[in-house]
């Protein structure tokens, strides 16, 4: 399995079968399948094969949460000789949590390393959230939070009401109160016209006056949380300054800030944690999606040990003691040095944005590249009206799946191809998995669908 290979129309027959019954017994809120109708029969590294024998690259890589591909022999080696000692240890000390938590501890940057603490969370990336921001009520007796228009911080009842998506939370009556939302300061040019209505703001400065009101509406603001890249919400990096401002703000006003790496975490962004680039020290910040390297489920928060000191069992739940999650990521940390990984995240970087700007300047369908590491992304527009369309990006999505390359959509209106292959991707994958895409929109202009109908 290390080249693309599709034999039949898609999905094939065995898939169709499987998604069908999926369909009738599932809960119709099933979200991937809809869009990538196949069904999953192995993976290995950056490719999957489906029940029908095709192999594809999978350039969404569990939504981000695979840096080392599917099921990487030396992880695999670990889980397998775990699974057979112990599975689930709660919160109890165990030689696997102890060499997960020294390899974590150790990827932090060396000047604050010794000042966090772990904790452990549920299994999702969501309770890591949930926790921060209970830690950071408790800690300032404060109860409103900050969060940011495009944010996404998950599903549970905290986390989406600090989610930007307003059609994920429409059906959702009792949100959690007092969450207020502000522009992003993204470094993207085009962040002005497809969400702001034209308005060229200094969000920064917004967030500061809104503090400094009086009259401003704000309650006691417990904490801002905030993303350096929103992945969800289309891929926008913030600007350094931006956040250096928020940074500032939240020392003034005695805030806690919580930064969101759940996505950006374990490498994703060319660093093992985003706000290393920007130069900034979290009160709190949480990560998940990488933390095993191999998708089993693990989700951390790490706090300032200067802040409150949380009495037992104050944020609990009986999966947070995942030995396989443990033994895999710590065995992630050797292969990331072993393996210089966050140097090809770099290189593999630099290698997808400088194609994706050529194809840019050829299609007339491919807008602003954005994006930091291996979390990026290109807005898809409808080259008439050269404004971002969701039709030509869902035949793009359609396309790519038939001939081979599995991507996901985000953004507003799912109007940005995202791309967020394993971060130990080669070139040759890339290669073949960017050609896939050119192969597509020439396609399209072929066809003469290029612009959405
Ligand atoms: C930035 C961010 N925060 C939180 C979450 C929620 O994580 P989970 O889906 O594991 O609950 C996600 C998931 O995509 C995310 O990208």
Known sequence: MNTINVQTPIPGPRSRQ???KQLAQ???????????PISLAKGLGCYVQDLDGNVF???LAGAGSLPLGHSHPDLVAEVVEQAGTLCLGLDFPTPAKERFTDAHLGMLPEAIRGDYRIHFCGPTGADAVEAAVKLAKAGSGADEIISFRGGYHGCTNGALSLTGNRAMKKNVPGKMPGVHFFPFGSTSTSQASSVLNG??????????????????GLGNVAAVILELVQGEGGVYVADKDFVQRIYQLTRKFGITLIIDEIQTGCGRTGTWYAFEQYGIEPDIFVTSKGTSGIGLPSS?????????????????????????????GAKAIEVFHRDAVLNNVRLRS???????GELQRDFAMLGEVRGLGLMLGVEILNPVTGKVCEATASKIQQRALRLGLITELGGRDDTVLRVLPPLNVSEQTVTEALGVLEHVLTELINDNEGAGQ
Request: glycine share 6%.
């Open 18 to 20: 499987a998604l069908d």
């Open 26 to 36: 599932e809960s119709t809120a099933v979200s991937y399948p809809k869009r990538l």
């Open 57 to 59: 690259i999978d350039f």
């Open 199 to 216: 308005a060229q703001v200094d969000a920064a400065l917004l967030l500061e006056s809104a503090l400094e009101d009086v009259n401003s």
């Open 300 to 328: 951390l928060m790490f706090y300032r040990k200067s802040l409150v000191s949380w009495p037992s069992g104050s944020h609990i739940g009986t999966f947070r003691g995942n030995q396989l999650a443990f033994v895999a």
């Open 350 to 356: 630099e290698q997808i944005g400088k194609r994706l």
